[in-house]
């Protein structure tokens, strides 16, 4: 299905709402010239690989960061960059999917007077589907982690692998957007125009968004361990599988290769003891079968005093 490109212009009551989603590089050239914006903000707003950041245009007076997002759920766990851009008069939003556009439009329904509370609530509102995201992945860590060890399927292992992919993009994104945010807080510094009191309360909205960032941060970082624990317990059984089951393959070979000793001993055209007499068959039997049990009977006592 095709994406709707769109670029929407909010008059609010302090400043300027610039909103695009999935924009066209038209489009954004009319909006760049119109209110004076950086020509290099265009190639951050249209490239879908953007990586986190936060910087700073001292010739116009213009800040942005990049964070990237969750696209969708686990089963893909994939991130998009959502721009944003401000001065003290405007700020733009930027985005490629319709969910994230929707996201952005939510965070913006309550009437801001200052750019910086739409920016924190913004930012407040990308990191919400990633403690989701993270609630999920906890549960799917825990039943992989109570499941009886004895029990382990490929379904399993697939599930597992599966999640610890997943959580190398998801701690790549979280760690990201940690350092976009404090390179942000910089940014506000240089840009906004801030008394010392809203200097003061800017500052700590940040650091309040910092330290959940970082939570969020942490967190992933613990369920990838658990996943990584998990991983290690069933590589252990699986291992010390592949060893009892070497270890009965080894004893049969030894087993099976006594009687063919034996009887090719017997089957040879040489003079040996009782090979002359009736029973003679009965008694190879025996001595396989005996020798045998002396092998077994070595190798249990041998495991006995391992």
């Known amino acids: 299905m095709r994406k709707t490109a769109m670029v929407r212009i909010h008059q609010l009551k302090n400043y300027i709402w610039i ?4 924009p066209r590089q038209a489009e ?11 020509e290099k903000f265009k190639g951050y707003m249209l490239d879908r690989h953007e990586q986190p950041r936060a910087t700073y245009d001292a010739m116009t007076g213009t800040g942005v960061v990049v964070i990237r997002a969750l696209a969708s ?7 998009v960059p959502i721009f944003l851009g401000f001065n003290d008069d405007i700020i733009i939003t930027a985005c490629h999917s319709e969910e994230q556009a929707k996201l952005i439009n939510q965070q913006s329904q309550t009437g801001f007077s200052l750019i910086s509370d739409h920016i924190f609530t913004i930012l407040k509102g990308i990191l919400g589907p990633y403690f989701q995201m993270l609630d999920e992945v906890s549960q ?14 490929k379904r399993r292992l697939d599930s597992l692998t599966i999640l610890k992919t997943r ?3 998801l701690r790549s994104a979280t760690a990201g957007n940690l350092v976009a945010l404090e390179e942000l807080q910089g940014v506000l510094r240089q840009r906004l125009g801030m008394t010392t009191d809203l200097a003061r309360q800017v500052t700590q909205q940040l650091s ?13 970082s613990v369920q990838g361990d658990v996943i990584n624990e998990t991983e290690a317990a069933y590589g252990n059984l699986l291992n010390n599988k592949l060893n009892q089951t070497m270890k009965f393959l080894t004893v049969w070979s030894l087993l099976l290769a006594i ?9 040879m055209n040489v003079k040996l003891p009782f090979a002359d007499q009736e029973a003679a068959w009965f008694g190879t039997i025996i001595l396989t079968i005996g020798l045998m049990i002396g092998m077994l009977v070595i190798y249990i006592g041998k495991n006995k005093r391992h």
């Open 208 to 220: 309040d968004l910092v330290v959940e960032y970082r939570q969020c941060q942490t967190m992933f």
């Open 73 to 79: 759920g686990l089963d893909s766990a994939i991130t």
């Open 28 to 38: 954004l050239d009319r909006v760049i010239d119109k209110y004076q914006l950086p």
């Open 140 to 153: 799917r860590a825990d039943n992989l982690a109570s499941h009886r060890l004895t029990a382990i399927t």
């Open 259 to 267: 009687p063919p000793i034996v009887s090719g001993f017997y089957g």
């Open 167 to 169: 959580l190398v993009y």
């Open 19 to 22: 909103e695009a989603a999935n």
